[in-house]
């Protein structure tokens, strides 16, 4: 049973993995604003892997002019840590490539844009009460002030709870 699930993670990872390398993922038009964000920042991610259930914590900081986003599993692993600077995805570190990580920190950055600014960094994307999309199909889910969803596929879900900053 154990097998059957590592391999079906394995397999679900893989998968998308590969699908995340095939699509440009959505990026702010401009250096990322982030208003009204206080960071650094913690987040709880709840994802479903396969069918396991799975946590991880991600940390947003800001970095001069670039942001530095930090996956870790919910033991404190560190899984992928990634700046965002000039329009782009940069190594931080030497963790492998985690492009699965880079979809996520693209959907957070999504999704922690104040509605001011959406129209100005996401030229595309449609904003209603309580939600806002892209062309691409991601959908953001606001439940409550510190607690939300992200909608990246019908198979890819992300719950994402806020978390008071413990440095």
Same mark, same amino acid.
């Given at each position: ?9 394995? %397999? ?9 390398? /095939? %699509?440009?993922? &959505?990026?702010?038009?401009?250096? &990322? ?10 987040? !709880?991610?709840?994802?479903? @892997? @396969? ?18 986003? /930090? ?31 880079? +979809? ?8 922690? %844009? %104040?509605?001011? !600014? ?11 009460? +309580? #939600?806002? /999309? ?8 606001? /439940?409550? &002030? ?9 198979? #890819?879900?992300?719950?994402?709870? #806020? ?5």
């Amino acid at each position: 049973m154990i097998r059957r699930c590592g391999l079906l993670l394995m %397999t679900w990872l893989l998968l998308s993995s590969l699908s995340a390398c /095939s %699509t440009k993922l &959505p990026l702010p038009t401009a250096a &990322p604003l982030l208003q009204g964000v206080e960071l650094p920042l913690q987040l !709880h991610l709840r994802y479903q @892997a @396969a069918e396991l259930q799975r946590d991880a914590i991600v940390v947003i900081q800001r970095e001069a002019s670039a942001l530095r986003f /930090s996956l870790f599993d919910a033991l404190g692993v560190p899984l992928a840590r990634q700046i965002l600077k000039d329009g782009g995805w940069h190594a931080d570190g030497l963790l492998p490539p985690n492009p699965q990580a880079r +979809q996520w920190f693209a959907g957070l950055l999504f999704g922690l %844009t %104040t509605d001011e !600014h959406l129209l100005q960094q996401y030229p595309n994307a449609r904003l209603a009460v +309580q #939600q806002r /999309s892209l062309a691409n199909g991601w959908q953001v889910l606001y /439940s409550e &002030p510190r607690h939300w969803q992200i909608i990246f596929s019908p198979q #890819q879900t992300v719950s994402v709870e #806020q978390m008071e900053w413990q440095p």
